[in-house]
């Protein structure tokens, strides 16, 4: 009886389908390589402490963005500009589940724009918010830009 019970069991653990872990793939450059980005081709999101997006060009002045606006207007700057880079500041108060949905956003880009042109490759980065982000958010500090 206990060689069955065994028998079932190995049966069972050898024939049930185990859950792998998700992981999201992401490839980072080598550390002593920078990459130089021209300011025009620079797309900077922020996300506070709420969870509030925003989002400027190059110098100007980050404005608000409602988070379901974000896949358009990321697919607008992409088309208008081929090199764009996105650089994404995330707040250490704001949840997690924001960073998750802004990289959905991003790879769901990345899919319409490679039906276009296959060999389109959407490029980001994460960076710290700072205090100095902040500051633009609120109007406190002004874009060294002037704008």
């Known amino acids: 009886m206990v ?3 065994f028998l079932l069991l190995i049966f069972y653990m050898v024939t049930t389908i185990f859950s792998l872990p998700q992981a999201m793939e992401i490839n980072l450059p080598p550390e002593d ?7 025009s081709n620079l797309f900077t999101l922020r996300v506070d402490s709420e969870g ?5 060009m190059g110098v100007e002045k980050p404005e608000p963005m409602p988070a379901d606006s974000l896949r358009p207007i990321l697919l607008r700057k992409n088309q208008e500009k081929p090199k764009l880079v996105t650089l994404i500041k995330i707040s250490k108060d704001a949840k997690y589940y924001k960073m998750i949905d802004i990289v959905d956003d991003i790879q769901l880009v990345e899919k319409q724009m490679k039906e276009k042109n296959p060999n389109f490759s959407y490029r980001f980065s994460f960076a710290p918010y700072t205090d100095e ?3 633009l958010i609120t109007g ?3 874009p060294k830009g002037g704008k």
């Open 3 to 5: 060689d069955i019970a």
């Open 33 to 39: 390589q920078p990459v130089p980005i021209a300011e």
């Open 52 to 56: 509030k997006m925003y989002w400027n």
């Open 133 to 135: 982000d902040e500051g």
């Open 140 to 142: 406190k500090l002004q």
